[in-house]
């Protein structure tokens, strides 16, 4: 990546030429050299200032992509942290590894982070993992409460089948919210929080053009 002071010896230079460009016209004006002399040499000021300009755009240029993509580096990492926190909670990844992979990506984050940008990104991925939405329930807990829903049916001698315990992970579409399918395909982060969507709903959401991301 360019270093400041590339930009800042490019503007000292644009100062020297305005000067030079200066002194050229306090000298025609005095009479001490011809037109022919000031067009030729104004010509040649032009040419050099017009270079340094555009070397200092597409410096300008090539900072600004690099800091783009160390920022879309730091998303990728952020939600790949997300995810894994999620799986985790979920029970589908132990601690072992979370801890694992979640120290690799905290390293990655830093290190795209010391080069200066999005300072604030640190403290917004600690807010979102730190929200309350993202404690579901373990697949031990999940489990736990079928077990309890059946046990209770096989007492009553009930013949309709046992609804599940409020805890067990079902489907939460905010489109469609009588959806207590449990066949949990993905979540998503709506309105501040994460969504599990079934798999239904999330083929129909799939096919409609909708955001949901806040």
């Not at 089948?161 to 959806?179: A, E, G, Q, T």
Request: hydrophobic share 35%; aromatic share 6%; charged share 30%.
């Amino acid at each position: 990546m360019v270093l400041p002071k590339t930009v800042e010896h490019l503007d000292i230079e644009l100062a020297s030429l305005k000067k030079r460009k200066d002194v050229l016209a306090a000298l025609f004006n005095d009479g001490k050299i011809s037109s022919d002399t000031v067009i030729l040499l104004s010509k040649r000021l032009d040419e050099t200032e017009t270079v340094i300009n555009r070397l200092k755009q597409s410096l300008a240029d090539e900072r600004d992509f690099w800091k783009q993509i160390t920022l879309e580096g730091i998303k990728i990492l952020e939600s790949f942290l997300v995810e894994f926190k999620l799986l985790n909670l979920l029970g589908e990844m132990d601690e072992g590894k979370w801890q694992d992979l979640s120290e690799t990506v905290y390293s990655g984050l830093n290190a795209l982070k010391s080069e200066g940008v999005a300072k604030s990104s640190e403290k917004n991925t600690n807010q979102i993992l730190n929200q309350k939405s993202l404690i579901y329930p373990s697949k031990t807990s999940a489990n736990a409460a079928k077990n309890r829903g059946r046990s209770k049916s096989s007492s009553n001698n009930s013949s309709q089948p046992s609804k599940m315990d409020s805890s067990v992970l079902h489907c939460m579409n905010p489109w469609k919210p009588n959806c207590e399918r449990t066949d949990i395909e993905l979540s998503i982060y709506y309105n501040g929080r994460f969504i599990p969507i079934c798999r239904e709903c999330w083929k129909e959401i799939s096919e409609k053009d909708m955001e949901w991301s806040t």
